[in-house]
């Protein structure tokens, strides 16, 4: 935050001011060097690159900038640079690195004694202003530009305070000497022996370009690569009995391509890395990304998918009619990406791997926030401008476009002084981060090529990562996969727990059990595969076998979803799928006509114009990003190409139009193998070990959702005894034992202090051995809530109330002069009513975000069967029925002077407002009560967007055993039956008993225990009963 200076404007300015030459200089680092001299080259500009950094002289620090004058000296000043940020500050650290490069002492620290210290050539006095005084050093005109603008000279200030956290006044005022000058102005400014010194120092720079040649190490001295690919590839196809003419034919393909393009090493490299993995029983997924379409990939084991027999293009990865850089993605588990970094660099050497530099920018509610307060504004006022901040580019299209902004802003003076300088610190650098998975490896010391900085398990670049790549070094992707650590804990839990090693690349994408789950929607916890609607989806697509789950992870996505209901019924057959032409039917068959990956586009451009698939990928990749003169060039193409293959021009027109419609959104097919395949490997576990997968699952954010999953399939909550309670929820036995760990309130030193220190016998013997630090009421209380101490006193209550007198008991007889007798001494309780089973299954519920104690209307639920619609279900203006208790009840009165009232209810998950208009409460007023539990009916309506129910009526339930038990004779009094159990609404399952078929039924109604209603049924019932 040291300068306003974007690179592009600054050279941009300068060249309109006259100048031919121009140099950069940042203070301790050289971030933006490389992208400079891109530039500056590109706008027929010469570049200078230099390097401004203190350095110890006789214990002074004394200011310096390093002038880069070759190409070697470039690297030597990355050599400088790089030994400054790993803390080499005196001269004689890097006095071996002088060579070619310039060194510009400012005038004000350029006395004799420094000057003498410091080599006899290329060293100049620095000037930032015209002087008389001579040195005994050649002189330079040596002007800082922090801002292009006078104008900008605030804006400097306002950057320079937002990184100190000091507030500014909002009348700025700061001496515009740092703007850029022009170079004529600069010219009349010093003497001409400066001038002509500085002409000379700058007509002995020049820095070759950079040809971006690979620098990858050489993976193996003994043997060249492209022939250890080769080795490796053919041993792998014989292994795997694929020694046929299709594969070797894609082999050598690929290969050569490989060759011809220079990556034989990086495919190596990244195969020992993952093979490292492999040794060390680290699973690393079976690809993702297009690499999944190499065969090469696959040989070398750094996929684990087959593109020949599925059907996966090499050219949507690797294409030589377009140059690029591969993208193998490397991905791990996020808890060994560590173990895995320290094999490459003790692989490579230290000296030549690293990790990649990346920027965070100013965003727009960034840079609002923080200008914001450095003006001093709260943070509510602040919160409160922000969030009319939407989603435009820029600060700027956002004021133009909303009104609420814009009226805000212009009624205060302050806040619009706060937006302006918003706009112009807007996508500026803010800090400097990591790149989260980019990795580079170079053949040499690294900074022979670039400077790098320390970081905390790799040296970190000072180049962002398209600089590092146009330089020629290839940045790997080392990418941490949190599904992967789950995947592999799964597989190790299965063979501590069941003594079965499973193979993950082994197991069967096909496996039936495992996609049952995937027909049944019972796809929680499943990497891509959890969001309600895909899970809706997936019940009505029903996939039978792997390349369902692949389609279904494409075609639910923005787009292409539009086709998901034709896709469903052209799959189930309940519509004739009618392909666009003969020729290209086998291509959209998998999929029912309908395009919906990218490699179908290119199979198309293949067999209907005649394009090679490199070709073809430009043609695809063209479309997508509606590249003019290729675009233009590439369509005359495809409809020159399917003329000569027999087409009509209509035909072509009309399959190129399909083309550049389903290009926007197609999905690359190798990468949905991928997800695809991680997917069905988490559910196998799902599947075949639920407890497992629950188990390792449960660590997630999705915890409480995971746990009602689990306990829809079976598995029931174990009481949280402080005896048996992990660290971690467990499953065993059909069980879910809630972990410590989920307790709030409970630190992770006391659970670990609980696991090393129990079995306990009581409340009173743990809180005796209890260090004195956790004898509180406030850390005890949770534990007796949740019901830790149930297996000896399940009266909670007593044991809460009682709780501060026995924390004094046992700290009485925990000192020496009582020790000796403690054990023998028992605390007297005095008694309390206990809680109810509704204020348990709250505390639980508050405490672990699930209860142990079923609450009363889960037992309700259950006797109802489900004839009511969940609060998180509902729907504005649907009719329901829910099932609730009373909470809160707040009477409000009319200006009628009419009685009306306002609920607030809960179904245990989800809260709701209900409303009784006055009509409706006075005939119910009787039956409403706090914390009781109901069935209100009513209409869901949307105010100030929450929902809320309109009640037009309510029935009191409780959970009961008795049921009312009806014997009928015929049944044509059914209907008359049904209408008089509707006047006796309440709590009450009805059961009727056919005499002539023997056999019951469980009617929908519920009806009050009265003997009116007995009275009723008389002449329609043979019997009742209620019991």
């Given at each position: 935050?040291?300068?306003?200076?974007?690179?592009?404007?600054?050279?941009?300015?300068?060249?309109?001011?006259?100048?031919?030459?121009?140099?950069?200089?940042?203070?301790?680092?050289?971030?933006?060097?490389?992208?400079?001299?891109?530039?500056?080259?590109?706008?027929?500009?010469?570049?200078?690159?230099?390097?401004?950094?203190?350095?110890?002289?006789?214990?002074?620090?004394?200011?310096?900038?390093?002038?880069?004058?070759?190409?070697?000296?470039?690297?030597?000043?990355?050599?400088?640079?790089?030994?400054?940020?790993?803390?080499?500050?005196?001269?004689?650290?890097?006095?071996?690195?002088?060579?070619?490069?310039?060194?510009?002492?400012?005038?004000?620290?350029?006395?004799?004694?420094?000057?003498?210290?410091?080599?006899?050539?290329?060293?100049?006095?620095g000037l930032l202003k015209p002087t008389v005084q001579e040195f005994s050093r050649p002189k330079i005109p040596f002007l800082s530009v922090k801002y292009l603008d006078p104008a900008d000279a605030n804006t400097l200030t306002i950057l320079e305070h937002i990184k100190n956290g000091i507030k500014v006044d909002e009348s700025l005022t700061v001496a515009h000497s740092e703007s850029l000058h022009a170079a004529s102005t600069v010219s009349e400014l010093f003497d001409q022996k400066s001038l002509q010194n500085l002409d000379e120092?700058?007509?002995?720079?020049?820095?070759?370009?950079?040809?971006?040649?690979?620098?990858?190490?050489?993976?193996?001295?003994?043997?060249?690569?492209?022939?250890?690919?080769?080795?490796?590839?053919?041993?792998?196809?014989?292994?795997?009995?694929?020694?046929?003419?299709?594969?070797?034919?894609?082999?050598?393909?690929?290969?050569?391509?490989?060759?011809?393009?220079?990556?034989?090493?990086?495919?190596?490299?990244?195969?020992?890395?993952?093979?490292?993995?492999?040794?060390?029983?680290?699973?690393?997924?079976?690809?993702?990304?297009?690499?999944?379409?190499?065969?090469?990939?696959?040989?070398?084991?750094?996929?684990?998918?087959?593109?020949?027999?599925?059907?996966?293009?090499?050219?949507?990865?690797?294409?030589?009619?377009?140059?690029?850089?591969?993208?193998?993605?490397?991905?791990?588990?996020?808890?060994?990406?560590?173990?895995?970094?320290?094999?490459?660099?003790?692989?490579?050497?230290?000296?030549?791997?690293?990790?990649?530099?990346?920027?965070?920018?100013?965003?727009?509610?960034?840079?609002?926030?923080?200008?914001?307060?450095?003006?001093?504004?709260?943070?509510?006022?602040?919160?409160?401008?922000?969030?009319?901040?939407?989603?435009?580019?820029?600060?700027?299209?956002?004021?133009?476009?909303?009104?609420?902004?814009?009226?805000?802003?212009?009624?205060?003076?302050?806040?619009?002084?706060?937006?302006?300088?918003?706009?112009?610190?807007?996508?500026?650098?803010?800090?400097?981060?990591?790149?989260?998975?980019?990795?580079?490896?170079?053949?040499?010391?690294?900074?022979?090529?670039?400077?790098?900085?320390?970081?905390?398990?790799?040296?970190?670049?000072?180049?962002?990562?398209?600089?590092?790549?146009?330089?020629?070094?290839?940045?790997?992707?080392?990418?941490?996969?949190?599904?992967?650590?789950?995947?592999?804990?799964?597989?190790?839990?299965?063979?501590?727990?069941?003594?079965?090693?499973?193979?993950?690349?082994?197991?069967?994408?096909?496996?039936?059990?495992?996609?049952?789950?995937?027909?049944?929607?019972?796809?929680?916890?499943?990497?891509?595969?959890?969001?309600?609607?895909?899970?809706?989806?997936?019940?009505?697509?029903?996939?039978?076998?792997?390349?369902?789950?692949?389609?279904?992870?494409?075609?639910?996505?923005?787009?292409?979803?539009?086709?998901?209901?034709?896709?469903?019924?052209?799959?189930?057959?309940?519509?004739?799928?009618?392909?666009?032409?003969?020729?290209?039917?086998?291509?959209?068959?998998?999929?029912?006509?309908?395009?919906?990956?990218?490699?179908?586009?290119?199979?198309?451009?293949?067999?209907?114009?005649?394009?090679?698939?490199?070709?073809?990928?430009?043609?695809?990749?063209?479309?997508?990003?509606?590249?003019?003169?290729?675009?233009?060039?590439?369509?005359?193409?495809?409809?020159?190409?399917?003329?000569?293959?027999?087409?009509?021009?209509?035909?072509?027109?009309?399959?190129?139009?399909?083309?550049?419609?389903?290009?926007?959104?197609?999905?690359?097919?190798?990468?949905?193998?991928?997800?695809?395949?991680?997917?069905?490997?988490?559910?196998?576990?799902?599947?075949?070990?639920?407890?497992?997968?629950?188990?390792?699952?449960?660590?997630?954010?999705?915890?409480?959702?995971?746990?009602?999953?689990?306990?829809?399939?079976?598995?029931?909550?174990?009481?949280?005894?402080?005896?048996?309670?992990?660290?971690?929820?467990?499953?065993?036995?059909?069980?879910?034992?809630?972990?410590?760990?989920?307790?709030?309130?409970?630190?992770?030193?006391?659970?670990?202090?609980?696991?090393?220190?129990?079995?306990?016998?009581?409340?009173?013997?743990?809180?005796?051995?209890?260090?004195?630090?956790?004898?509180?009421?406030?850390?005890?209380?949770?534990?007796?809530?949740?019901?830790?101490?149930?297996?000896?006193?399940?009266?909670?209550?007593?044991?809460?109330?009682?709780?501060?007198?026995?924390?004094?008991?046992?700290?009485?007889?925990?000192?020496?002069?009582?020790?000796?007798?403690?054990?023998?001494?028992?605390?007297?309780?005095?008694?309390?009513?206990?809680?109810?089973?509704?204020?348990?299954?709250?505390?639980?519920?508050?405490?672990?975000?699930?209860?142990?104690?079923?609450?009363?209307?889960?037992?309700?639920?259950?006797?109802?069967?489900?004839?009511?619609?969940?609060?998180?279900?509902?729907?504005?203006?649907?009719?329901?029925?829910?099932?609730?208790?009373?909470?809160?009840?707040?009477?409000?009165?009319?200006?009628?002077?009419?009685?009306?009232?306002?609920?607030?209810?809960?179904?245990?998950?989800?809260?709701?407002?209900?409303?009784?208009?006055?009509?409706?409460?006075?005939?119910?007023?009787?039956?409403?009560?706090?914390?009781?539990?109901?069935?209100?009916?009513?209409?869901?309506?949307?105010?100030?967007?929450?929902?809320?129910?309109?009640?037009?009526?309510?029935?009191?339930?409780?959970?009961?055993?008795?049921?009312?038990?009806?014997?009928?004779?015929?049944?044509?009094?059914?209907?008359?039956?049904?209408?008089?159990?509707?006047?006796?609404?309440?709590?009450?399952?009805?059961?009727?008993?056919?005499?002539?078929?023997?056999?019951?039924?469980?009617?929908?109604?519920?009806?009050?225990?009265?003997?009116?209603?007995?009275?009723?049924?008389?002449?329609?019932?043979?019997?009742?009963?209620?019991?």
């Amino acid at each position: 935050m040291g300068s306003t200076v974007k690179l592009a404007d600054y050279l941009t300015a300068a060249k309109a001011l006259g100048y031919q030459t121009l140099g950069i200089s940042d203070i301790d680092n050289l971030h933006a060097a490389h992208q400079f001299m891109t530039l500056a080259l590109g706008m027929g500009i010469k570049p200078v690159v230099s390097f401004e950094t203190t350095c110890v002289i006789d214990s002074l620090p004394i200011q310096l900038s390093f002038i880069a004058k070759t190409s070697e000296g470039l690297s030597n000043l990355y050599r400088i640079s790089s030994k400054k940020n790993f803390g080499f500050h005196t001269l004689s650290d890097i006095a071996s690195h002088f060579s070619d490069v310039a060194i510009v002492v400012g005038s004000d620290y350029a006395v004799d004694n420094i000057l003498k210290q410091l080599p006899k050539e290329d060293v100049y006095v620095g000037l930032l202003k015209p002087t008389v005084q001579e040195f005994s050093r050649p002189k330079i005109p040596f002007l800082s530009v922090k801002y292009l603008d006078p104008a900008d000279a605030n804006t400097l200030t306002i950057l320079e305070h937002i990184k100190n956290g000091i507030k500014v006044d909002e009348s700025l005022t700061v001496a515009h000497s740092e703007s850029l000058h022009a170079a004529s102005t600069v010219s009349e400014l010093f003497d001409q022996k400066s001038l002509q010194n500085l002409d000379e120092l700058v007509s002995s720079i020049h820095y070759q370009a950079m040809d971006g040649s690979l620098a990858l190490p050489t993976f193996n001295q003994d043997m060249a690569a492209a022939t250890e690919l080769r080795q490796i590839a053919t041993a792998f196809l014989e292994a795997e009995q694929k020694v046929t003419p299709t594969y070797l034919e894609r082999l050598e393909h690929e290969l050569t391509t490989i060759h011809e393009m220079g990556f034989d090493d990086y495919f190596l490299i990244v195969a020992d890395v993952l093979r490292y993995a492999r040794s060390e029983n680290i699973y690393t997924g079976m690809g993702r990304g297009s690499a999944l379409g190499s065969l090469v990939a696959y040989a070398l084991q750094i996929t684990g998918v087959d593109p020949v027999a599925n059907s996966l293009l090499f050219e949507r990865f690797l294409n030589p009619e377009r140059a690029s850089l591969p993208d193998i993605d490397i991905d791990m588990p996020d808890n060994k990406r560590a173990d895995i970094l320290a094999y490459v660099k003790n692989r490579y050497g230290s000296s030549h791997v690293a990790q990649i530099m990346t920027f965070s920018t100013f965003g727009m509610k960034q840079s609002f926030r923080d200008v914001a307060k450095v003006f001093g504004m709260t943070e509510i006022e602040i919160s409160h401008v922000s969030s009319m901040i939407g989603r435009s580019d820029t600060l700027a299209q956002e004021y133009a476009k909303n009104n609420r902004l814009r009226a805000e802003i212009i009624n205060d003076t302050r806040l619009q002084t706060v937006f302006n300088y918003a706009q112009k610190i807007e996508g500026m650098p803010r800090q400097k981060s990591v790149h989260a998975s980019g990795v580079v490896l170079a053949a040499q010391d690294l900074t022979n090529y670039l400077p790098i900085a320390p970081g905390e398990m790799l040296p970190i670049t000072q180049f962002e990562a398209h600089d590092v790549e146009a330089i020629g070094l290839i940045k790997f992707d080392f990418l941490s996969i949190k599904n992967l650590t789950y995947i592999n804990d799964m597989r190790d839990l299965v063979k501590a727990r069941y003594d079965k090693l499973i193979n993950i690349n082994q197991i069967d994408l096909n496996d039936q059990q495992t996609l049952s789950l995937f027909r049944e929607g019972q796809t929680l916890g499943i990497f891509q595969f959890e969001n309600p609607q895909m899970m809706s989806f997936l019940r009505q697509l029903k996939p039978t076998e792997f390349s369902d789950v692949v389609a279904a992870t494409s075609i639910f996505r923005p787009g292409p979803s539009a086709f998901i209901p034709e896709f469903i019924k052209r799959r189930h057959g309940d519509e004739v799928v009618i392909y666009p032409d003969s020729t290209i039917s086998h291509i959209l068959k998998p999929t029912y006509g309908i395009m919906i990956f990218q490699e179908q586009i290119m199979q198309v451009a293949q067999i209907f114009a005649g394009f090679s698939l490199g070709r073809a990928d430009l043609l695809r990749r063209a479309i997508s990003k509606k590249k003019g003169d290729e675009f233009e060039l590439l369509r005359a193409e495809f409809i020159s190409g399917s003329l000569k293959n027999g087409h009509s021009q209509d035909k072509a027109s009309e399959i190129y139009e399909l083309i550049e419609r389903f290009a926007n959104y197609g999905f690359n097919r190798s990468h949905a193998f991928g997800y695809g395949a991680l997917a069905v490997q988490m559910a196998f576990f799902k599947a075949h070990y639920p407890d497992v997968f629950y188990e390792i699952m449960l660590r997630d954010s999705k915890r409480l959702a995971l746990l009602n999953d689990a306990r829809a399939v079976g598995f029931t909550l174990a009481p949280a005894y402080i005896n048996r309670m992990p660290y971690y929820d467990k499953l065993s036995d059909g069980q879910i034992v809630v972990g410590m760990r989920a307790i709030k309130g409970l630190s992770r030193e006391l659970a670990l202090w609980i696991l090393e220190h129990r079995p306990f016998s009581s409340l009173q013997a743990f809180i005796q051995k209890l260090p004195d630090n956790f004898q509180k009421v406030a850390i005890i209380q949770p534990l007796i809530s949740i019901g830790a101490f149930d297996e000896f006193e399940p009266n909670r209550r007593k044991l809460v109330e009682n709780l501060a007198k026995l924390v004094d008991f046992s700290a009485v007889f925990q000192t020496d002069l009582f020790a000796t007798s403690a054990s023998n001494l028992t605390f007297a309780y005095t008694e309390y009513e206990d809680y109810s089973p509704a204020e348990k299954y709250q505390m639980e519920f508050d405490l672990m975000g699930i209860a142990v104690t079923e609450h009363p209307l889960m037992a309700i639920a259950k006797q109802r069967q489900g004839n009511f619609t969940a609060i998180s279900n509902l729907v504005a203006n649907q009719k329901v029925t829910v099932l609730v208790e009373l909470t809160h009840l707040k009477t409000h009165r009319t200006k009628a002077g009419a009685t009306m009232a306002f609920l607030n209810v809960t179904d245990t998950q989800d809260v709701l407002d209900v409303t009784l208009f006055p009509e409706v409460y006075h005939h119910y007023l009787a039956d409403i009560s706090e914390g009781t539990f109901y069935l209100i009916m009513g209409k869901v309506s949307e105010r100030n967007e929450r929902l809320q129910l309109v009640a037009d009526g309510l029935v009191k339930v409780e959970a009961t055993d008795k049921k009312v038990w009806l014997a009928i004779a015929d049944t044509s009094k059914n209907k008359r039956i049904a209408q008089i159990l509707s006047e006796f609404p309440g709590n009450l399952p009805v059961v009727l008993y056919n005499e002539t078929t023997k056999t019951t039924q469980l009617t929908t109604s519920y009806v009050n225990d009265t003997e009116l209603l007995l009275k009723r049924l008389t002449g329609y019932v043979t019997k009742a009963v209620i019991r």
